[in-house]
């Protein structure tokens, strides 16, 4: 224990004398969060859809197969009662629901005005809305074909997020993407920063076990992720205004998770580069654009082929993402976003054991 | 120093059997062998790319031996590693001190490292402070201190934990006389106090003042011995020393007069190793009759550099034949 302190100790020292770092660790993450704080959307296919039929017709099923035969829909569950809805929507296992009212067939049988109701998770607002607008699209094509004169009265509710506030769902983004970007850079230096000044090579010499010196190095930096984090929070819920519906707890055990892949990511980089701008190339283009890109970030993941969907499944930011969102707008805990925390642990220990073999076997 | 380490006075601290390294199809060490005694100034002297920081590293359980064996204080190198860490210090050739840090951080730190704590950690880096003469300039970065006493520093850092041996990888690399001779003092201290240092140098002054010194070449260790039997493979009066005022084609006249078994230059004047002592005439007039002349030459104590040379040399030529 005294030894880690002894190494922490050393390693903030460090941080506190360099000059850049600083301005890198509290500006940056306000200046990013600002600007990538207003974010664009692009298309939806395929959105989750949760169809709950309580008329049980054939014009309910007339109208279930216009969605589940539309490219714009895969069904992932039908459910009987509307009370089930809420778990495959807190979930994000379906992003939008269609709820067929009892009496459907028959209203619209007698001619009288039929409702369909519509709910749509707003916490993926870029999902949410273009999931509402094609469900829409389609109950249209439905009345025309069905010769309906009287269209479909649609209930739309959108929830978690009930304006569509894209800031809302990309906020929360930004801050996991800021934190991802921070943690890795700093470790991904970690390691080559001894080895380029001749340190490491003194460490080696010593008692210090290799184990003690690979903790040596995640402990500080995951003291300044935090930091970071409650540098950034309050931007994000003063600034943006974004609700914090969910709790700090919450937040915080499915922030140490993230923060063990994104050092862990970070230290094995640090074992592959002989240079710290080495370091910063194959942290920058092998782990944290294709993170990025392959989080659900930025491109739906519902939109991607199957192989890239299939990629996601190993990106740590994916379920950071999903695990924020959960937190600040849907105000779920870890009863729902337990996978999200589990995934990344396990990821985590995997990475630390690749960083731990790879930083042994160089030193022998 | 301790009651362990009392058996070890007569046994060698440092042994080698048959050391190799290769790196893909280079061969850095081959077949090296041989022992350090407790207190022994032991010198390792060869040019850049002789083996010599491989062997070290090897010593200090930071490289593998590709064969042969080692054992340092008594342990294995491959096999006991961690023990052998608490036993030694090591200063590497690069310099390896946090120059963010101030020197007591550092000495802190390091400190740190060998477990160090309390009132026993402050007594030693209060050593270190006085070894290094840095009484003053506690809280400045290192980076700010001029290389000497970095180099001192570097050596309080790898002696805070009182090893018994310290191995010393080009210490005095870019320092200049007077520290490099402050830090010499420093070498001879140790050793009367029972450390051993084993240090690689290429410099032929600082290999002087070691008890004994191996050469090293291209991987292999040529010759192993006090510095004034090393040279006694020149017998009396056969090396000589030449000066002449036109001294452009002097070394090809020396070479190839009779006599005369290798000739080398040595900034403005020439060595000449003959076969038998009382040639210093005959060099002369060769000299003189060439149109190099006048020529004045005189027989010389052999210096470590010479050794080297012709101990290089005369491997070489076995090797070829």
């Given at each position: 224990m005294r030894t880690l302190i002894n190494i922490l100790v050393k390693e903030l020292l460090q941080l506190r004398r360099d000059p850049k770092i600083l301005p890198i660790l509290f500006i940056a993450p306000v200046v990013q969060l600002t600007i990538l704080g207003y974010a664009a959307t692009t298309d939806v296919r395929r959105v989750e859809l949760a169809i709950c039929d309580l008329d049980r017709s054939a014009a309910s099923r007339t109208l279930a197969d216009a969605f589940t035969g539309s490219s714009y829909f895969r069904q992932v569950v039908a459910v009987d009662s509307s009370d089930d809805l809420d778990f495959w929507l807190d979930s994000s296992r379906a992003r939008i629901a269609l709820v067929v009212p009892a009496g459907f067939a028959a209203d619209r049988a007698a001619g009288r005005p039929t409702t369909v109701q519509l709910i749509a998770d707003g916490s993926d607002a870029m999902v949410g809305t273009l999931g509402l607008s094609y469900a829409q699209g389609t109950l249209q094509r439905v009345a025309e074909a069905g010769g309906f004169r009287l269209p479909i009265e649609l209930r739309p509710q959108v929830r978690y997020n009930p304006d569509l506030v894209s800031r809302y769902f990309m906020v929360p983004a930004v801050l996991a993407m800021i934190i991802m970007i921070m943690t890795m850079m700093l470790s991904s230096m970690a390691l080559v920063r001894e080895s380029e000044n001749g340190t490491m090579e003194q460490l080696l010499v010593t008692p210090l076990s290799p184990g003690a010196i690979i903790t040596g190095k995640l402990v500080p930096y995951a003291l300044v992720g935090t930091v970071e984090i409650l540098t950034a929070l309050p931007v994000v819920l003063?600034?943006?205004g974004v609700p914090l519906r969910g709790s700090l707890l919450t937040l915080a055990a499915l922030t140490a998770p993230f923060m063990l892949c994104t050092l862990s990511i970070g230290l094995?980089?640090?074992t592959l580069a002989r240079t710290q701008q080495q370091a910063m190339m194959i942290t920058t283009f092998v782990f944290m654009m294709p993170q990025i890109y392959l989080s659900g970030f930025i491109f739906p993941i519902q939109n991607m082929p199957r192989i890239f969907q299939m990629i996601t499944y190993v990106v740590p930011l994916r379920y950071y993402v999903q695990a924020l969102r959960g937190?600040?707008?849907?105000?779920?805990?870890?009863?729902?976003?337990?996978?999200?925390?589990?995934?990344?642990?396990?990821?985590?220990?995997?990475?630390?054991?690749?960083?731990?073999?790879?930083?042994?076997?160089?030193?022998? | 120093m301790s009651a362990q380490a009392a058996p070890a006075a007569t046994a060698p601290v440092v042994t080698a059997r048959e050391l190799s390294r290769t790196f893909g199809a280079f061969v850095a060490v081959d077949r090296v062998s041989f022992e350090v005694a407790p207190g022994e100034i032991f010198g390792f002297l060869g040019s850049n790319g002789a083996g010599k920081t491989t062997t070290i590293r090897i010593l200090c359980g930071l490289l593998a031996p590709t064969s042969g064996s080692a054992t340092v204080a008594g342990f294995d190198v491959t096999s006991d590693a961690a023990r052998i860490k608490t036993r030694i210090g090591y200063m590497s050739q690069k310099f390896s001190l946090y120059t963010d840090l101030t020197v007591d951080e550092n000495l802190r730190f390091w400190g740190g490292t060998y477990r160090l704590w309390g009132s026993e950690a402050e007594r030693r880096r209060d050593w270190a402070i006085e070894v290094a003469g840095l009484a003053a300039r506690r809280r400045t970065l290192v980076r700010e201190l001029p290389g000497g006493?970095?180099?001192?520093?570097?050596?309080?850092?790898?002696?805070?934990h009182r090893p018994p041996i310290v191995f010393l990888d080009e210490p005095t690399g870019g320092v200049d006389p007077e520290a490099r001779r402050r830090f010499w003092d420093l070498i001879d201290d140790l050793s009367v106090q029972g450390t051993t240092v084993f240090v690689t140098t290429h410099s032929m002054d600082e290999a002087e003042r070691c008890h004994r010194v191996a050469l090293m070449h291209a991987g292999r260790l040529l010759a192993l011995d006090s510095v004034r039997a090393l040279k006694r493979i020149f017998p009396q009066g056969t090396l000589l020393e030449a000066t002449c005022p036109r001294p452009a084609g002097a070394l090809e006249v020396l070479e190839r007069t009779p006599g005369v078994i290798e000739a080398a230059l040595f900034g403005d004047r020439l060595h000449a190793v003959c076969e038998r002592a009382g040639m210093a005439p005959v060099l002369a007039r060769a000299l003189d009759d060439a149109g190099n002349g006048p020529a004045a030459v005189r027989a010389v104590p052999p210096s470590l550099e010479d050794v080297f040379i012709r101990t290089i040399r005369d491997a070489e030529a076995g090797g070829r034949s």
């Amino acid at each position: 224990m005294r030894t880690l302190i002894n190494i922490l100790v050393k390693e903030l020292l460090q941080l506190r004398r360099d000059p850049k770092i600083l301005p890198i660790l509290f500006i940056a993450p306000v200046v990013q969060l600002t600007i990538l704080g207003y974010a664009a959307t692009t298309d939806v296919r395929r959105v989750e859809l949760a169809i709950c039929d309580l008329d049980r017709s054939a014009a309910s099923r007339t109208l279930a197969d216009a969605f589940t035969g539309s490219s714009y829909f895969r069904q992932v569950v039908a459910v009987d009662s509307s009370d089930d809805l809420d778990f495959w929507l807190d979930s994000s296992r379906a992003r939008i629901a269609l709820v067929v009212p009892a009496g459907f067939a028959a209203d619209r049988a007698a001619g009288r005005p039929t409702t369909v109701q519509l709910i749509a998770d707003g916490s993926d607002a870029m999902v949410g809305t273009l999931g509402l607008s094609y469900a829409q699209g389609t109950l249209q094509r439905v009345a025309e074909a069905g010769g309906f004169r009287l269209p479909i009265e649609l209930r739309p509710q959108v929830r978690y997020n009930p304006d569509l506030v894209s800031r809302y769902f990309m906020v929360p983004a930004v801050l996991a993407m800021i934190i991802m970007i921070m943690t890795m850079m700093l470790s991904s230096m970690a390691l080559v920063r001894e080895s380029e000044n001749g340190t490491m090579e003194q460490l080696l010499v010593t008692p210090l076990s290799p184990g003690a010196i690979i903790t040596g190095k995640l402990v500080p930096y995951a003291l300044v992720g935090t930091v970071e984090i409650l540098t950034a929070l309050p931007v994000v819920l003063f600034w943006f205004g974004v609700p914090l519906r969910g709790s700090l707890l919450t937040l915080a055990a499915l922030t140490a998770p993230f923060m063990l892949c994104t050092l862990s990511i970070g230290l094995l980089v640090s074992t592959l580069a002989r240079t710290q701008q080495q370091a910063m190339m194959i942290t920058t283009f092998v782990f944290m654009m294709p993170q990025i890109y392959l989080s659900g970030f930025i491109f739906p993941i519902q939109n991607m082929p199957r192989i890239f969907q299939m990629i996601t499944y190993v990106v740590p930011l994916r379920y950071y993402v999903q695990a924020l969102r959960g937190v600040f707008l849907k105000g779920v805990g870890l009863e729902v976003l337990w996978p999200q925390g589990l995934a990344m642990l396990g990821l985590g220990a995997v990475i630390l054991t690749l960083a731990r073999l790879r930083f042994r076997s160089q030193v022998g | 120093m301790s009651a362990q380490a009392a058996p070890a006075a007569t046994a060698p601290v440092v042994t080698a059997r048959e050391l190799s390294r290769t790196f893909g199809a280079f061969v850095a060490v081959d077949r090296v062998s041989f022992e350090v005694a407790p207190g022994e100034i032991f010198g390792f002297l060869g040019s850049n790319g002789a083996g010599k920081t491989t062997t070290i590293r090897i010593l200090c359980g930071l490289l593998a031996p590709t064969s042969g064996s080692a054992t340092v204080a008594g342990f294995d190198v491959t096999s006991d590693a961690a023990r052998i860490k608490t036993r030694i210090g090591y200063m590497s050739q690069k310099f390896s001190l946090y120059t963010d840090l101030t020197v007591d951080e550092n000495l802190r730190f390091w400190g740190g490292t060998y477990r160090l704590w309390g009132s026993e950690a402050e007594r030693r880096r209060d050593w270190a402070i006085e070894v290094a003469g840095l009484a003053a300039r506690r809280r400045t970065l290192v980076r700010e201190l001029p290389g000497g006493y970095r180099q001192r520093l570097a050596l309080g850092c790898a002696l805070l934990h009182r090893p018994p041996i310290v191995f010393l990888d080009e210490p005095t690399g870019g320092v200049d006389p007077e520290a490099r001779r402050r830090f010499w003092d420093l070498i001879d201290d140790l050793s009367v106090q029972g450390t051993t240092v084993f240090v690689t140098t290429h410099s032929m002054d600082e290999a002087e003042r070691c008890h004994r010194v191996a050469l090293m070449h291209a991987g292999r260790l040529l010759a192993l011995d006090s510095v004034r039997a090393l040279k006694r493979i020149f017998p009396q009066g056969t090396l000589l020393e030449a000066t002449c005022p036109r001294p452009a084609g002097a070394l090809e006249v020396l070479e190839r007069t009779p006599g005369v078994i290798e000739a080398a230059l040595f900034g403005d004047r020439l060595h000449a190793v003959c076969e038998r002592a009382g040639m210093a005439p005959v060099l002369a007039r060769a000299l003189d009759d060439a149109g190099n002349g006048p020529a004045a030459v005189r027989a010389v104590p052999p210096s470590l550099e010479d050794v080297f040379i012709r101990t290089i040399r005369d491997a070489e030529a076995g090797g070829r034949s």
